[in-house]
């Protein structure tokens, strides 16, 4: 097996025995991500991860820019979870200036937020199926997402970056016709979700495939800061919604799944009951929508107070946080995001290392990495 | 940032928090503590012993962020812990920032990789994005800068962005 | 051409007309005068010359453009007697049964498992190549693959790399020589012939390891050991489950004596368990969905066909799917029966209808399944499978013995 040392890749010399394969950009399984795993046969006993191939500096870029003006630039980070990844430096954002937004933007945020859940939900489960070999729950997920992003056109403007939770409230109302379209879409998908269940989440290959495959124990994911659908399906009933509710959530009736097997599948099923969640608050939200003001009018050059500000959202894939600093001028002194995605990173090398190479995809993208939130 | 007086409407962990800092002395500084929130400054000298009083009485078990500043008017880079609960009790709301400061020409600082193993790539990025050294982390290598980065480390403020307009 | 400025080089050029003229006369020139001016006289003479005194006649020779001289189904056409007639091998292997007829029955099969997959995925699959429903979209793609450039890579084995396509269409050629399609329709009879069909299955595994080694690429060589692992490891099901229909049929390898002995019951109903064991082997040895580990693209991109474009890769896709209608033959002569069912419709044609159906059995697998893993591949194949076809061995001697079948 000379054949593999010393490619145009690696730096370093691998022993005769042992094989070193970049799983490299330019793979079909990873992503706009590099990582390196050295293979013993069938097992994997190295990993190295090499981010950093989309880092494009969001975070001194809003150094340059006014607290609106950095929205869009930030929301690009995480396509497929706009609304949450804005949201936590609206929050920020609003406590440095010193304001307190109508409640009905505040519903609305919800509301937006859980679409955005299942939309990036969705994303993930059909991605999942193709790196397990299953084409079909690679192309149903990306159907039934239309009609999710037809409800946020509805309501944001366009199809996927709408830049909707900006600092002061929500940009736009929601329309009339919204509540009725939305109950449809809700009560067909609850359908689809028992032919999502019979084809991928009890199909037997694909259990025999996640069961058992990539455990990370209970004890090793708090120690690890793992976030997001890794930490509950290890056991941990932690979710900012409520650890620390935020917009109404502490008003809304909805449970927090987690797991004891702490494996592949245990990610894959704390997915798909996130979805039905969703569904659920959003359904309260529509009821108990109340009325007035969507926004607090704020010039597009407002000023902050001097101080910090640190806030949390549950984002799609786990907790995402904003620390902004201020000086008291129209732009932030230094924003740093924490993406549940780069929190999660670490785990996969500890998950990959003495497993088949053939698990990886499937525990590499159960950990729902985002090459392009990670590296902002 | 000065310390702020305990605000009469901190709930009882803020407040037990806070009594146990007042009990470590001249050791911390509480840069102010807003419910939900507290910030305390360390010198790098007491940053690891503060640390793992942190985890090991305060049962703050994991590290959420690791945020790199720099102050160029008081020539300092500030590094800036946050840490959460999932342990503890009554403090999931809780987020416990620790700051440490050290000097531009000497960014030198203990690591504390070994109380959290959850900084390793926070520090990382942290160490190549404001050029300071974490003593003990053992791969302070390049992770989201290429690899043939030779400007100077991106978030000091003497760094501008290429192309951009400056304005007054 | 460059100019002649010495002896050598006249030299050279005097010895290249040479040669071209003595390539030249025998290959083209004499069949044309043979063509032309001797055979319209050894026709009309009924191939008797010796004893014809006519005189040549010039007007014979438009006679042999007329269009019932080149029917190749009458046997006493021109073109039969020439050799190239509907029973002659030629005809039989190069267009019906053989390579033409099984590719153009492939390309149609692509498409099909393109539509089929498409319904089951809620979409609409191709659509615009031919105006309906897309039914030339193969073809299309065959024609889009033939102008692209073929790159082998520089670390590359050359020879061996180019080999393999071609080599792969042999094999898959060679499968379908011994398989008849009705009684009277088929390209060799041999009494062995389900010996060589399972040999020549046999040699497939070590061309596709050949196809990984050569491209010198990390995956490739992992999609080929891959590809290695699974096929031999299946291999073994795959002969056993055939073993029962050998003792049913009274001992013969004879693909056509098995459809004969299958005029009371068809064998699948006994056989049930050989059915579901070939079946599953065979699927392993197309690397289809659930087997695909050696193709498995979010792994090792393509596997062993990762450094194959344009023609090379339209080839080997090509003899995948000829060996899928070789395979689904195969399946329907041993288990269902062959060619035999009721009168008004020809042999061939149930013979054509079996097999397309027991082709979508095989299709359908790609819609519902995920990939398995190698070392669950494994244990599956040598544990189960092998016990199943022990197990329907047995019910084979014993109603061999008992003397129901």
Known sequence: ?376 | MSTTPAQPILPDEEKSILDFFAKLGERTKVVFAKPNRIKINVTRENLVEVTKFVRDELKFDHCTNVTGTDFPKDKQLEITYHFGSIGGTGLRRIILAVACRVPSTDPLLPSIIDLYPSVNYHERETAEMIGCVFQGHPNLSRLLLPEDWTDIPPMLKAYRLPGRLEEG | MAAVTNFEQFVKRVLEIVFWVLILVPMVIIPIFFVVYVLPVEFSCHFSMLSCSQQINWSAALYLFSPAELNPFSPTSFISQMGLGANSMIFKSSFFPGISFAAILSSFVIWYERKLLAKMQYRVGPQYAGRVEGWLQSFADLFKLMFKEIVIPVNADAPFFMGVPFALMALSGALLAVIPISANIYITSSPYSLLIALAVLSIFPLVTVLAGWASANKFSFIGGIRALYQMISYEIPFILSVVGIVILSGGTFSLSQIVGAQGRVWFVIPMILGAIVFYITAMAELERIPFDLPEADSEIVAGWLTEYTSMTFGVINLATYIKLYGLSALFTILFLGGWNGPAPIPGALWFMIKTIIVITLFLIPRGAFGRIRIDQLIGFGWLWLIGLSFANIFIAVVLKATGIL
């Open chain 1, 1 to 376: 097996m000379s054949m593999g040392v010393g490619s145009a890749f690696s730096t370093e010399k691998i022993s005769e025995d042992k094989m070193s394969i970049s799983v490299g950009p330019q793979h079909p399984g990873a992503g706009h991500f590099r990582f390196t795993v050295t293979i013993d046969g069938d097992t994997i006993v190295d990993c190295v991860p090499d981010p950093g191939y989309v880092h494009r500096g969001a975070e001194k870029q809003t150094e340059y820019r006014s607290f609106l003006q950095s929205i869009p630039m930030l929301e690009r980070s995480s396509l497929t979870d706009v609304t949450n990844i804005i949201m936590p430096f609206s929050m920020a954002a609003e406590e440095l200036m010193g304001i307190q937004i109508p409640p009905r933007a505040q519903y609305l945020r919800m509301i937006m937020s859980e679409n955005q859940r299942i939309l990036s939900h969705l994303y993930w489960l059909g991605i999942q199926g193709i790196f397990l070999g299953h084409s079909t729950v690679f192309m149903w997920p990306l159907g039934d997402r239309e009609l999710f992003i037809d409800l946020g056109q509805m309501i944001g403007g366009a199809r996927i970056t709408y830049s909707y939770a900006i600092p002061g409230g929500v940009r736009n109302d929601m329309p009339d016709d919204f509540k009725d379209r939305a109950l449809k879409v809700f009560d067909y998908f609850e359908a689809r979700l028992k032919d999502y269940e019979k084809i991928f989440f009890n199909n037997p290959l694909v259990l025999k495939r996640t069961q058992d495959v990539g455990v990370l124990p209970r004890a090793e994911a708090i120690k690890l800061g793992v976030v997001g659908q890794t930490l509950r399906a290890s056991g941990v009933k932690s979710d900012t919604r409520i650890d620390e509710p935020y917009n109404f959530y502490k008003d809304l009736n909805f449970e927090v799944p987690t797991y004891e097997s702490c494996d592949t599948w245990a990610r894959c099923m704390v997915h798909l009951v996130e979805m039905r969640q969703s569904m659920d608050i959003m359904r309260q939200c529509l009821e108990k929508l109340p009325q007035g003001p969507v926004r607090v009018k704020l010039s597009p050059q407002q000023r902050a107070q001097a101080g910090e500000a640190y806030a949390r959202v549950e984002a799609s894939r786990g907790a995402l946080s904003f620390h902004i600093i201020s000086e008291g001028s129209t732009k932030p002194y230094r924003v740093k995001i924490s993406v549940p995605s780069f929190r999660n990173l670490i785990a996969l090398p500890r998950l990959l290392i003495g497993s088949h190479v053939a698990d990886m995809p499937a525990i590499y993208w159960s950990l729902d990495y985002w090459p392009v939130e990670a590296d902002r």
